[in-house]
Each structure stands twice: as structure tokens, then as C-alpha cells.
RNA sequence: GGCGGGGUAGCCAAGUGGUAAGGCAGGGCUCUGCAAAAGCUCUAUCGCCGGUUCGAUUCCGGCCCUCGCCUCCA
């Protein structure tokens, strides 16, 4: 059995196959971030659910071509490089470079690519002109481009792939900017927006006159640029999927015609949200987490990590400062197995075995659309049965090797960096004197020493060969 | 109002038509000079009410609660 996703297109469970006809290369296309400010640990959930595809997929011998794009020209970013006085590229290049580090401390493989969408104007504006010509997309007289989703529909596409959509139903104008006063209908979205004295210096000239793209169609330029007009995967958050997804669609099906019976997109997989605490993450309930908070508090970014991965990326998924903290030990009792594996090999390296217990149980999770909690449950199984093996003797060297190789084979797909420390010489030294007081029955003496040791953060343990020191 | 998710032990969270994985927390025990680590062990009948069935937590209907999308949003 191989891979299967669930694939928001037909809201089930399909057999994963990508285009390429010798089903080896793999595209995929992740929306990134925007970035007007720190990323909060809700976006990462997408982000890091996004690693754990990109790394399975790999894991399962694809040939993955991973693309995340960054979002640097929006509303609230000239909203905020106004009031900031820095330029567009000095605002967002702060937040760019905070939102990779964070990337890398919750221990995601750096995207294939990672392009700009003011880097893109060029194609985002060819897209737009095929849009016009394929008589979809119309212009106001303000010099704005408007995709029209009557003429789209009228040409033969569905709008509407990815939900069920009921346009009479739906509320629209809400929040509809006066800006948009002149578009032809309240569901059409902008392609392209005219110059405005609040855009300051933030504007591009084109066909249309001077101006900036609209939100969607970035991805879709980007996308189909760096993947073809068709390509395997696109991931995001669940709140994507409308409008932002569905116009994405609508883009590049209407400007590209994939009516030959290609779609732009074959699979689509969505990530559902995080609740902090039981509640809906918002800044006036105070319960907004970056990562550099968390950080703060002392945690790290794998235990960050495993807490996101550990349940199933369609269900929402409640995070507490608690599990946070339960996190920690869990991962410490990993590190536990493995550094004692680790000191068994004495150097030894092995192959890792594919129908072992841990690879082949985590396989078959994840086969299943990616069911990582089973997965987990697998690897908790490992551990269990390596301490038992490893309490019982029963492991030489060779046996510890190949266990290793094969918690390493699947931990290229979970990502948890193992905390390795070797302790300094005055460290030693200290271990050394309380085994001495020890062994003199100098009780008082060796606990001392043992407080001693725990104030500089190091652990002792007294095993049947000798003590163990280790970080805290 | 429309559409779509959820409700499983103290907390988090899988799963199945035949009485329920895993993690964290808690209790007991083993090991230990004491600890630590590790192991063993204990702790749930699956929101409520009906129905189908030999049998439902798992299928169907109704109800309650909750979350999300429909408007910038991971």
C-alpha cells in the first residue's frame, strides 16, 4: 500500500499519484507567510504540517520539489511600512528573517524555493493580460483589474472546486472596501489595484496604470512560474480554502484554459487550526504565541514541533502550555533511548530495516493520510521495547546500530533533533569524586557533590555500568 | 441564514460493527545507599435520546454543546 491524502478537491481519501508520468517528481506549493509582523505558533502549524509532507514524501522516494512563497506586498504591510517610514523591502526583510529562523528552530527543512511575490510582478501581470484576453477579467475605470466570476462560469469553469458554494446564500459586503465600489459583482476579487494615495511608495507600473497585484494572484503567478501550469500538491491553512484558494483556482484554470482536462492542481490538502488553551488564538484574549515566546519560557523548538505533529493535521488541534511541558518529558525519554543505543553501537553503523516494527508501523500510519498520532504511538512503542531490551541486555552492538538506523530513517520524516551534550572535564571530574565518595560510603559527601552537579545543570545517574552524567 | 469540522479517561489525542492506541499527569511495585533513568502495574464503556443489528463508541435519525469558513487571516 502506498500513500493516501485526503484531497480537499473530492473531500476523500485518495491514493496519492503525482503527474510525472515515471511518478517520481513531486510539486508542491505551500502559501507562506505574510510577512507584517512575527509569525504566531497557528501559522507555524501550517508550516511545519507542510515539513512533515515535504519530508514523507521524500521518505517515500519522491523526488520533491518544495515551494513556499512569501507574501511582501499586502494591505496591512503598506499599511504598516507607512507608518513604520522604512521602505517595503527593509520593513518585510525583518520579518522574513525572523519567520526562517523560527522555520529552522522548529526544525523545517529550508523550501526548494522561496519566491517573492515583488519579485514576480513580471509574470503576475502576463497572467493577468491572459485573464483579459480569455475575456474573464475587466478593468475599472480607476485602473484596476477585476476577474469576473460570471464570464469565468459562463466559459465553461466551475467556481467552487474546493467547497460547496452557494453564491445567492452567501453574505456578501460585509467588509467590502469602498475601493471596490466599482466592480461588477460583490464576489469578484481584484487582480490587479489602481495607485492610492495610502500606497505611498508601494506601487508598480503596468497596462492598467500604476498599482500593486491583488491577493491572489501572487500564488497563482508563483505557482504555475516555478511549477507549471499543473502541478501535484498545494497545502495551506484551512481558512485558505475560500476565497483565497478557490480564486487561485478561478486564476490560472481561467487564464491558462487547463479545460484539455488538466487541473491546476491535483491535490489539495489543508491544515486545520490550532486553539491556545481551548480558544480561538486573538490578541484580545491574550493568548497569541510566537515562538520567540515560547522560547522565552524555556522551551525548544522541537518540543514546539512535536506538540504541533502530534495530532492529525485535519483536526483542530488544542495546545496548552501543559502539553507543552508533558512535551518535554516525552522528547527527553527519546533522547534517553537513543543516547543509550548510541553509546552501545561503540561507532557501529547499520542499514536500517524497513519491516521492523518502528518502520513498518510508522509507515502504515503515515500512509494513512498522514495519521501522525498513530505514528507516534509507534515510535512510543519502540522506545518501550528498546528500554526493555536494553534493561534485559539482550542488545550487542549490531542490534543497537540497526535500531538506531532505523529510529533515524523515520526521524527524517518527524524531525525531532536529538539534544546531545557532552559534559566538560571539571564536570567529569566532579562525577568522578562523588563515584569516590560513593564507593567510601561517604553518602553525605557524594550527594553534595551530586546537588553540586544538578546546580550547573547536569544530571547523574547511577547505572549497573558506572554513573552517567548527562545535561538537565 | 448557508457550508463544513468536533464532542473518547485529570489533560492532549488515535481508532474500530464484537466491550478502546499512544503521550503527559497521578497511585502502587521492582531496581537504587538515597535518587535518577528504566521496567512492571492501576485509572474510560467513547455528549444525550431513539433506531438498525446477535452485538454500536463505531451505521441511521433527532437533540444539546462547541469550533471554523462565508470578511484580512495558517
Redesign the pocket.
Known sequence: MGLNVFNTLS?SVEPFVPLDPDGKKVGIYC????VHDF?????????VFADVVRRYLTFRGFNVNHVMNI?DV???IIRRVNESGKSLSEYTNEFEKAFFKDLKTLGCLMPDEQPHATKFIGPIIKLIKKLEKNGIAYSTGDGSVYFSIEKYRKAGNQYGQL????LD?????????NDEYEKES??D?ALWKSRVPEDGEVFWNSPWGEGRPG??IECSAMSMELLGPSFDLH??????????HEDEIAQSEGACMHSNGKKFVKYWM???????E?????KSLGNFFTLRDLLAKGFDGREVR??MI???????????L??L??????M??ID??TA?LHELTLGQTAEPVNDSPLISGFTE?MD??L???????????W??????K??SSGLDSAAAATELANWEQINSVLGIKSREAKAPAEILVLAEQ?QA??KA?D??R??QI?DELANQGW??????NG??V?RG
Do not use: Q
Open positions: 473531500r502559501c507562506g507567510p505574510t509569525a504566531h505558533i497557528g501559522n507555524f502549524r501550517t508550516f507574501t499586502e494591505d496591512k467547497l460547496n458554494l452557494n446564500e452567501m453574505r456578501p459586503g460585509e467588509r467590502v472596501s460583490v464576489a476579487f491577493w491572489h497545502l495551506g491553512g484551512e481558512d485558505l480554502v475560500f476565497p483565497h489543508h491544515g486545520a487550526h490550532l486553539l491556545v481551548g480558544k480561538k488564538m486573538s512535536y506538540l502530534s495530532a492529525h493535521y485535519r483536526e483542530t488541534f488544542n495546545f496548552t501543559d502539553n511541558e508533558g512535551a518535554k518529558t516525552a527527553s525519554r534517553e533511548c543509550k500510519a494513512n493520510d495519521n501522525v498520532s498513530a505514528a507516534w504511538a509507534a515510535v512510543f512503542d522506545v518501550r521495547d528498546t528500554n526493555r536494553l534493561t562523588r565518595a560513593r560510603k553518602f553525605a557524594s550527594d551530586r544530571i547523574i545517574e547511577d547505572t549497573p554513573p552517567r548527562k
